[in-house]
């Protein structure tokens, strides 16, 4: 693997694909990590994760009903498929004895399993098979697309869906803080904490049905949790960890089409691995989280504990 | 009940039940507070005293019974109550500075949308300063300590400028030194004619902190004024464990309520 | 302890001479023919050595998978499962690239360092950092996922599409690629892993019920769970080609949830988890079996939901339907102790309360201020279950029905005095709640009220309360 084949040849070779895939990568990252940032403050992580398996039988319906992979019947299947989702793991949680983790494992894992099985009946078709649902089509996104201001129909879209996030994100900056850091006193002061958690989910329903034909439906965990993660170990306030994110997703898009090239691998999952090492890379060196100040610090404890 | 001319109280809660996970923790609690007082409420551990207050707020649901807040249902009066938490209801590692969490206080205020502006900052540092945390506003809120954690809650609430204060166990894990503070801090907030009822563990201090005692243990065993309710046959029945047949047959009747 | 470790050998012992017979046989897979009926019947009269080799599959990872699937679920480490099972894709790939060809001991090695890897760093991140749990399980579970993918698809580029086959059952299962040394290796893991948990059941239970106090009676807990996530790591590993990653997680949880729902033994739990994961198991080969490259996991899940929503609905302690039966039956106790009642005190304010005096419907209506055709429909009700003759336009109680007014009325008044007296309620707050509890006093909850009242004459209010016939 030479140094050209990883940061030259997508320049030079895939120069016509480059900027297409690259904006997709990025707004679908952004768009992920912007809400992630909720989900892992919130504690609620692998909702996302449930969410975005729990989707598929929607997309799939939606997609054997049209036989088209545009947007707003796959939109509305999967927006019908999250919410009977959300019901059935608030109805297990609350009426059984069934605690939440097993509750949202079951109804994930079930919807998941129909929406295998539906496209698996359906045959395979080149544009929704188990493929995709498992790497994505990032890397196929030009090749029919319609052409608008020198991006793809669909990176459009995306671009679209992530500013439009980053807007409500901006206008309920507030509501959000408030009633993520402090439930009670969201309620206490009017605001619905239930109403903003339904609010996030429908947002976190969106983001995850537009990013399912660019990363598929496992990947996208990844996409919302690693800027999140790897920001939060850099920083203190909240905005600058949202931005931060930004930086992640830009990043990890950018590293993931070049090692996607050098090592001919499916661009999401690229993007994935590189958004880990650039955690693991934080995790490590962070100046206020990272583990060397970590280890220094218990070191220096110990050391306190023996003259102590 | 020895009222002052007041005409609405600040408080009345009617015949509230309330039961968690098929366990009654408040069995039938009838009380009212008039304004301008300082309510103790105190009993044994598992005596529902963070409940009643939590239902107050509407925060657990109750099975039977209503709360009315200055004659009104809370949600047409819910700016003018205050609620401070226990420390450990909410995660200390989230990326807020204590400024941030003060500020909280004003955005039921606020509405919608609308930022924080240059008089709720100036309020919120006040606020701060009234507590003695005023150095300390630019901090990531885990580099607290518990006791001054505990006061950011409070300045929090002092930026809410209610009229009705609940607070759970504003003491607990505090320092004697800022015990004092905080006592003093509410005796003025009751003197500008708020009403606050305080959850406290502590029955030797409650004695000298409160103007009204609330004696809870699943039931209300007693209320009214300290030297009135603070009697030992009262406090003996208070802690003296709950009564078994009551709680036998309230649990019994949660069960099968569900 | 003793005769179990020794039916568990037993049965060891058996499921592993069957499991090395079957494994001779070949593998299915090679069946053009696909009409349903005829692959019904092959798979009834088990005629097909394949499918037999897949069946003992599935039992046995339906076994295993049963049995950790249970501690997982009391230990709420639900998604902790799903995170090491997607985890483990690597360490496939790894296994794969290792011996170039579908070697299971190599997989096996490498998908359960993996899975071990996975958690290692779920601790790291968790203990050394404040990101939480949830978030920690996201990281690595997608993390390795990509990594995995990434693995095999470069393995593809260099090896071919031909070699890539045996691998892509690992991600959405395939039973029918199950060959002989895949069953072997399946049934060594069950069966230890069986033999592990039947030994050291005890710590086990304990440490999933109060980790501190399984360390505070000095088991060696550190281990045990090292050991435990270990036997997950293979549980994993041997139910991939069968279930595949992405849903092997949902065959630890779904059994385990429906025997949660059902049984309230840990021991049961663990049997019925065992059999749930078996059938639903054997259910999804059937049906992947009937239509011809289908993935066999979605329909194992299917499965193994449709018997978690049975359970559900249907299970004796807590099932939807059952609870909805109970509350149906309590309501209508309710309504007729309150007819009761109304009759009873009707007759109480003329002073002539006993069994025979006839009471005019019209007067329970204006009594209890409901309309006389809903009165009527009531009584209607329970004179059938012989509380009440009707007569005309009036009714009277029977001997049965008085006595049970009496109890009615005398549960109400005790209560009322009870709260006052004892429990410092007021007087004119005690009548509301009444109503509620006396339709649930116990006889002994009566005859202890009675006597912790001294058993007294009048309720707060100065009505009588009714005595006992036979005391």
Known sequence: MSLYQIFIEPWERHASAYWPILAMAFFVTAACGLVGNYLVLRRISLVGDAISHSVLPGIAIAFILTNSRSGPPMFIGALVAGVITTLIIEVLHSRTRIKQDAAIGITFSTMFAIGVILISLHGSHTDLDLDCVLFGKLDFLSSKEKIIMGLPGVALTMGMVALIVGCLIVLFYKELLVSSFDPNLAATIGISPRLVHYLLMCILSVVVVSAFTSVGAILVIAMLILPAATSYLLTDRLWVMMLFSLIHSFLSAIGGIHLAVAFKIPTAPATVVCGMIFFVAAWIFSPTHGLIRYWFRSRASVNGECIN | ?258 | MVPRIRTIIIFGVALLSVTVHEAAAARIGEIVETNPWDQIRRFITFSDRGLRLSLIGAILFGAVCGLLGSFIVVRKMALFGDAISHAVLPGVALGFLWSMSKDPVAILIGATLAGLAGSLLVGAIRRTTRIKQDAALGIVLASFFAIGLCLIRIIQNNEGASKITGLKSYLFGDVAVLDRYDVIIMGVVTISTVILFGLLYRPFLAISFDRQFAVSIGYPVRILEALFQMFLAFAIVISLQAVGVVLVSAMLITPAATAYLLVDRMHRMVWIAMGIGIVSAIIGVFLSFLGSNLPTGPFMVLSASSIFTMAYLFSPKYGRFTKWLRYRNRAKKVREENSLKSIYHVLERRGMESSGNRVLITDLSSHRKMSVTKIFKEIKNMERSGLINLEGNSVSLTDDGFEKARSVVRNHRLWELYLTNEANYASDHVHDDAEKVEHFLSEEEVSELESYLDYPQKDPHGKPIPGRASA
């Open chain 2, 1 to 258: 009940m020895s009222t002052e001319d007041i005409a609405v109280p600040a408080l009345e809660i009617h015949d509230l039940t309330v039961s968690y996970q098929k366990r009654p923790v408040l069995y039938g609690v009838d009380v009212t507070v008039p304004a301008g007082s300082l309510v103790g409420v105190v009993g044994p551990n598992g005596a529902g005293k963070s409940t009643l207050i939590k239902s107050v707020m509407e925060l657990v649901q109750f099975s039977d019974g209503w709360v009315k807040v200055f004659g009104e249902d809370l949600k047409n009066n819910i700016s003018r109550v205050g609620y401070v938490p226990q420390r450990e209801s909410v995660d200390w590692d989230f990326p807020v500075s204590v400024i941030d969490v003060v500020l909280m206080g004003c955005y039921g205020r606020l509405g919608l949308i609308r930022r924080p502006g240059k008089e709720e900052k100036e309020k919120a540092h006040a606020a701060l300063k009234k507590v003695g945390l005023e150095a300390y506003a630019k901090r990531q809120i885990a580099n607290l300590s518990g006791g001054q954690q505990q006061r950011v809650f409070l300045a929090r609430a002092l930026a809410q400028e209610s009229d009705l204060y609940l607070m759970d166990e504003p003491f607990a894990g505090v320092d004697a030194a800022t015990e004092s503070a905080i006592v003093e801090l509410l005796r003025e907030i009751r003197d500008q004619g708020k009403t606050l009822i305080v959850v406290h563990h502590d029955l030797g201090s409650a004695r000298e902190y409160f103007d009204m005692m609330l004696l809870l243990n699943m039931r209300v065993v007693a209320f009214g004024k300290t030297e009135e309710v603070f009697t030992g046959d009262l406090l003996q029945q208070t802690y003296g464990g709950r009564l078994t047949v009551l709680s036998e047959i309230a649990e019994k009747f949660a069960k099968e309520q569900s």
